[in-house]
């Protein structure tokens, strides 16, 4: 079986002290230390990132690991498939302990965002999107407010209804020192917020971070088991997708995901899933099957996902209070879970929990990945 | 087993008129077909690519790939370990077989450089590089020319002797039409070349090329087999080695492919090294065990490495002659083995040949995958 052993998390945020390298290094020898593991055991580094050549110059993350933690000839690449990129390494992670490549795998995930201007970051950005899409001159957010829109029309949903999501997750990252927006908001305050590409404004988005998270995973007995780890495409550009109320990815990868843990929605005591926009959370608990296509929206204002609710989600405060640095927040939301399992979540903890998910999204949904995993 | 059942090269050159998504198309349906594999049987597509997030914007690749190639929801991904990506794409393909975590991997090779200038192309490239590498104004023909200092002190070779590197390339590439330089060059050519980083000129280094190569990889018997894939690493940075006139990286993945396939260099009857400057050619056929240290120049001035010699190396044409696009150089290795070992190699063709050797690095020596194949 195949146990996450290690598990660190740095500080979320601006993060104007701390470089690239900075960030490997702290969260690498975290989850090491966390795993209380000799380095000479780790046998594959694997590390998640979708900027750093883009907007640091610095491609060659594998080997740069390696070299910054002391971990010299061990096999090492870099992996990316945009928002989605520590989702992806986490699933080879468990494709190479299984196929018997490697023992004991440290996984990274990091992202230094914001050295940059927002202008050059948003179009970094839209490098997840395609060509199509770049030269129509969408953004990110814009992709996501045309899928907002197509949701309001089928569901009778408002904007009102998106802002449920903010307060729910900044209530949950007020519990997180990690968080990169540890306080609560009122509904005023998202509802106010400026606009950013309609029906989305600024409290609709996750933020720009700078941040990294690290798990080690083993194969071994013990700890937190990793009892499903899939992950399905569609296509990167709206254009050609079948509808804009749900992200097939995300069914296809959590339908495999499932079978393969033989357990149901109803059996998920908790979620981390990617809310890089708040209609992503909306489209995210559905397509997961925690509750009906288009009733999404009306179970997070009615508390069904908060702490102490039937099924919380987004305990981080999720990509939109934790923060957001692409790269990292797929292993982010393993750490959640795994912190979260073992007891360690301080105000945050769920009760009794034993089964966790985390649903990690690339784009506007051309990736998806979905691990299921359990206390033992 | 694990079977290349399917090979296909675009032309590598200057490619005005494909884009980034043409070359994918072309490689992807061109190993598909040469399979004969129906597109519903492919369950993992692996891009492996550097530079398109910085010189064409565009991120995302597997999604991307499955999209064009009407992959819809097939697992997908990007691997980028610098100019070593196509290597552990394979390996990563191998992996995923061997773990049962998929049957059919369509692995694809893709680099889109000439859009650029070559300041922005020459900086793009050294993010395979480390910060103080860069810091200290060095490209990476820099980074051999260095290399090829120490080795000259010490084995003492000269400029002379590099230039054999570059004759021979170039005479493989004549009998390759899908090379970028399919002519052969005069040793007078090649010296009076310009100087780009002394002691390297103009015809000791790679050239900047459009291209891309895919193959399909099964878990099924007969074809050309895999009978070994070890990847390793060193640091990134030159500054942290311990010698100068090795890459360590490939001597370990070497050594370890070596004792993975059973074989021995002696068994080795052709090679696809890395020779992104002449330099790095002779020192891959000391570092592969082809012959000894300090001996590598000695040994291509005679013509040891030649079609018809006892070890042909690069009959593509290699880095130098048959062209380098970053990524996709790692894969295009594993098409010339597997169209030689299938016989297809028209008047490059090694006679009789069994077992082949295929030779990828990421970076000054950073990483490093070695691959062997074995005809049924």
Known sequence: MIAVSGAYQTKFGELWDQSLEDLIVESGEGALADAKISKKKIDLVIVANMLSGKLGGQEHLG??????????????WRVEAACASGGIAINQAVTAIKAGAAKNVLIIGVEKMT??????????LMAAAGERER?????????????????????????????????????????????????????????????????????????????????????????????????????VELTERDSLTELKATKLAALKAYAEAGVSPEDIDLAEVHDCFSIAEIMAVEDLGFCDKGAGFKKIKAGDFDLGGRLPVNLSGGLKACGHPVGATGVKQIVEIVTQLRGQADQRQVKNAKIGLAHNVGGSGATAAVHILRKL
Request: proline share 5%.
């Open 63 to 76: 080997s740069l690991a390696c070299q910054l933690l002391g971990l010299n000839g061990v096999p090492a």
């Open 115 to 124: 050295d940059r201007t927002n202008g050059e970051i948003a179009t970094a």
């Open 135 to 235: 030269q129509s001159g969408l953004t990110f957010v814009g992709l996501y407010a045309l899928m907002a829109r197509v949701y309001f029309d089928k569901f009778k949903a408002s904007k009102d209804d998106l802002a449920y999501v903010a307060i729910k997750n900044h209530r949950h990252a007020s519990l997180n020192p990690k968080a990169q927006y540890p306080f609560p908001v009122e509904l005023e305050t998202v509802l106010k917020s400026s606009c950013v590409a309609s029906p989305l404004h600024l409290f609709d988005c996750s933020p720009i971070t700078d941040g990294a998270a690290a798990v080690v995973m083993s194969s071994e007995e013990g700890g937190t088991e990793i009892i499903a780890s899939q992950i399905a495409t569609d296509s």
